[in-house]
């Protein structure tokens, strides 16, 4: 059973930098991709950065340049490196996966429902 736990979120001020983590269990082998979206209150669930895997890399254009998204050697942790960071970025920020995946290699989708597994999420709530 594929598990995805997220860790890291935490109260900052505007400007400031956060990095969530999200460590995967469960995997077979590395035929999948994941991402991370986020959703605050009255809003709908949001992709915000995703990796796929052959190591591509896709971000919502209200992030570009201030997010990034990563994972550790051994492919199991995946991180969100976010900077600059404003109050309208307040959210819940859930980790996702699409296992299995044997299509393309550079497919790295934004959009909820391309995924099948979620984690529970981690609050950021950037304040001004």
């Known amino acids: 059973q594929v598990q995805l736990v997220e860790s890291g979120g935490d109260s900052v001020q505007a400007g400031g930098s956060l990095r969530l983590s999200c460590a995967a269990s469960?995997?077979?082998?590395?035929?999948?991709?994941m991402g991370w979206f986020r959703q605050a209150p009255g809003n709908e669930r949001e992709g915000v950065a995703s990796?796929?895997?052959?190591?591509?890399?896709n971000y919502a254009d209200s992030v570009k340049g201030r997010f990034t998204i990563s994972k550790d050697n051994a492919k199991t942790t995946l991180y969100l490196q976010m900077n600059s960071l404003k109050p309208e970025d307040t959210a819940m920020y859930y980790c996702?996966?699409?296992?299995?995946?044997?299509?393309?290699?550079?497919?790295?989708?934004?959009?909820?429902?391309?995924?099948?597994?979620w984690g529970q999420g981690t609050q950021v709530t950037v304040s001004s």
């Open positions: 990796m796929a895997r052959d190591g591509r890399t």
């Open positions: 996702a996966a699409k296992f299995p995946w044997y299509d393309g290699n550079w497919y790295a989708p934004l959009a909820a429902e391309e995924y099948n597994y």
């Open positions: 469960g995997y077979t082998d590395d035929r999948h991709y």
